[in-house]
């Protein structure tokens, strides 16, 4: 069972999911529920390195795709930032931006290696 960490940053208006364990579509689509009720940051930085995407699917990729594309509206210029350091999460992670570019998605993504790549990009920096 997956365990998902959810932090909130309001002075940088950027949350962080860090996800330890072996995760599913579920899993994810949940926590992105809890967050449109909540008051949504700008910018998400999602934490896979602790995580085992072995259970998600095609299918299961395609419906956070569609989740987010749903409510991107409650993040105006939302900017999200997936940090996968393994290769199955690193390619997962880049499927996620491709399938949300052929949706048109309005949140820009970027896909980093390491926490650091990925809190430089939120930061202008890469």
């Keep these: 069972m997956p365990r998902i960490e959810t ?3 309001p002075d940088l ?3 962080v999911h860090t996800v330890h364990g072996r995760f599913t579509a579920d ?3 949940e926590t992105i529920r809890r967050e449109w009720t909540a008051q949504p940051t700008r910018d998400v930085l999602w934490d896979f390195c602790e995580a085992d995407a072995s259970a998600l699917t095609v299918d299961g990729l395609r419906s956070i ?3 987010v594309r749903r409510h991107a509206h409650r993040r ?3 900017r999200t930032v997936l940090v996968g350091s393994d290769d199955l999460v690193f390619g997962v992670a880049r499927m996620h931006v491709t399938y949300s570019e052929i949706e048109h998605s ?3 993504y970027h896909v980093a290696r390491s926490l ?3 809190e ?7």
């Excluded at 430089?120 to 890469?126: I, M, P, Q």
Aim: aromatic share 8%; charged share 40%; hydrophobic share 35%.
């Design 76 to 78: 105006p210029g939302g």
């Design 106 to 108: 309005p949140i820009v």
């Design 120 to 126: 430089k990009w939120l930061e202008g920096e890469a």
């Design 27 to 29: 899993d994810v689509i």
């Design 13 to 15: 208006d950027r949350t």
């Design 116 to 118: 650091e790549e990925g």
């Design 7 to 9: 932090v909130r940053f």
């Design 65 to 67: 795709v569609e989740e």
